[in-house]
């Protein structure tokens, strides 16, 4: 993670990225049921009597995966630039000069993949391999080196 | 042998040892009659008992003695003899280790051990923990490496195809 070797800096494609999302997904689903399972056990303990499972509420669901997958992504990609999913793919997101994603941009980003993921599809055709967020924030997802 | 039966059974020896007998016979006598004179025989006698008191005395400190010098010497001699030696070379080239070891009750000995407690022993030795820890670990940086690359491929052949299909350059990237 110090020196950018051009071999070792290549920007990741569809395959690798796609696979990363998914398991971010994955994550951001997982964050949910659990946060959904800890209201549940609140509910009970306050109310053991009266207690039934809480309906989901559709716009209120949506909203917070949205806000959950928005605080994960920009948390990973600022702190150390790699989701679960990218760490699982061997994956980093950086700036386009700088090794790390700015709070700001990060949370810009993150916003943007939330609400407009097929940008994503973007990787296939450009020839850097950006996605549409890549280009609008200029940020690069690039193969992490490889502990040898 | 034949030569001692030969020596006993020779004149000369037998005529030797019929007069010493006769000498022995004849002293014995003397001696008896000598016992039986009045003032002079107990006196004598008591001459006599305190000789073989004090001849038995001096032969059992003597002996007692002698023992502990020959022991003396022969412990010290041995050990001499033994600093001369290489007992290992003598054993290894005078001894058959192999013949013995397969005599060797090694089932017996495997009955005396607590074969158990030995391999608890072991175990403790060996931290198993850390080797699981350790062959998981590599297993998963295998894994997830093993996962890296693929995707890797599987990006570098989409980008291929992508290429051809718009018809790039691949080089030109």
């Known amino acids: 993670m110090t020196s950018s070797e051009p071999d070792v800096e290549r920007a990741a494609g569809i395959i690798t990225r796609g696979l990363a999302a998914i398991v971010d997904l994955v994550v951001v689903l997982l964050i949910m049921s659990a946060l959904y399972g800890g209201l549940v056990l609140v509910r009970l303990v306050y109310s053991p009597t009266a207690f039934s499972l809480p309906s989901l509420n559709a716009v209120f669901s949506t909203v917070m995966t949205f806000a959950i997958a928005v605080l994960y992504l920009t948390a990973c990609w600022t702190v150390s630039g790699s989701t679960a999913g990218a760490v699982t793919m061997g994956l980093r997101v950086v700036g386009r ?52 | ?105 090694i089932d017996a000995v495997i009955n005396r051990v607590d074969l158990i407690a030995l391999a608890d022993k072991v175990i403790e030795g060996v931290d198993l923990p850390a080797i699981i820890r350790e062959s998981t670990n590599s297993m998963t940086a295998e894994v997830m490496t093993d996962v890296r690359t693929q995707g890797e491929r599987a990006d570098d052949a989409v980008a291929g195809i992508v290429n051809r299909m718009l018809g790039r350059d691949r080089d030109n990237r």
């Open chain 1, 97 to 148: 000069r700088s090794p790390r994603v700015s709070p700001l941009v990060g949370l810009l980003r993150a916003i943007c993949c939330v609400l407009f993921p097929i940008g994503l599809l973007w990787v296939v055709v450009d020839r850097q391999r950006r996605s549409l967020q890549d280009i609008v924030f200029r940020t690069r997802v690039i193969y992490s080196k490889r502990a040898r």
């Open chain 2, 1 to 105: 042998m034949g030569t001692e039966v030969d020596l006993l059974k020779h004149p000369v020896v037998a005529a030797a040892v019929g007069t010493a007998a006769i000498a022995v016979g004849a002293a014995e006598a003397a001696y008896r009659v000598a016992e039986k004179v009045p003032v002079f025989g107990p006196l004598m006698r008591r001459g006599v008992v305190g000789l073989s008191e004090r001849g038995n005395q001096w032969v059992t400190q003597s002996a007692d003695q002698f023992k502990a010098l020959v022991a003396a010497v022969a412990v010290g001699l041995v050990d001499l003899v033994l600093d001369e030696m290489d007992l290992n070379a003598l054993v290894r080239e005078r001894v058959d280790i192999d013949a013995l070891a397969a005599d060797l009750d």
